[in-house]
């Protein structure tokens, strides 16, 4: 696609990251509401949020796949959704959206573009997801878009919920 758009929904355009992002990344992760089900549940830093973009460049050429840059219709930033590697033989998805695009169902409407995207592409036969045991609100969209649940998985000290998907588990309209 062009304008570096990996995929598109009725709302959202998942885009690769610029160099010059860092700042937007920042300020997603910029309030305690957004980063508390985080590990390290702590503002990010200019630093940190430099850091994760180069990580997220270096999946994406590493991968075929990152945690993508997500705007809406016209160009307006609402936060990072996409499928990375997770250790050596799995793939997790993972979003996180500013507070202003909250309760709209733009995660779900993220989570089940990127489940379809991901089995179309076939990078492999399943991907996993995690939350904090506290985060309500994305494990709902994690059920939402037929993910299962299974055991738990230790996270930086914390045993967060831990969710699975395989092709044959897709719903036909989440």
Same mark, same amino acid.
């Given at each position: ?111 089940? @573009? ?9 990078? &492999?036969?399943?991907?996993? =997801?995690?939350?904090? %045991? #506290? +985060? ?14 299974? @055991? ?9 919920? &831990?969710?699975?998907?395989? =092709?044959?588990?897709? %719903? #036909? +309209?989440?």
């Amino acid at each position: 696609m062009s304008d570096g758009i990996i995929l598109k929904t009725p709302r959202l355009r998942f885009v690769i990251w610029d160099e010059g992002d860092a700042a937007l990344v920042q300020q997603l992760h910029s309030t305690m509401a957004t980063t508390r089900y985080l590990p390290g549940s702590a503002p990010w830093s200019p630093e940190k949020a430099a850091e994760r973009l180069r990580g997220w460049f270096e999946e994406q050429a590493r991968d075929g796949t990152t945690k993508y840059k997500i705007v809406t219709e016209d160009r307006r930033f609402v936060g990072r959704a996409g499928i990375s590697r997770f250790g050596s033989d799995q793939f997790e998805l993972g979003f996180s959206l500013i507070e202003a695009a909250w309760g709209k169902g733009l995660a779900t409407e993220a989570a089940s @573009a990127l489940a379809d995207w991901y089995f179309e592409r076939r990078l &492999a036969p399943a991907f996993i =997801a995690f939350t904090h %045991p #506290e +985060n309500i609100a994305s494990q709902r969209v994690l059920r939402k878009i037929g993910m299962r649940e299974r @055991a738990p998985i230790l996270i930086d000290g914390v045993l967060d919920m &831990a969710f699975e998907m395989t =092709a044959d588990m897709r %719903p #036909e +309209n989440p």
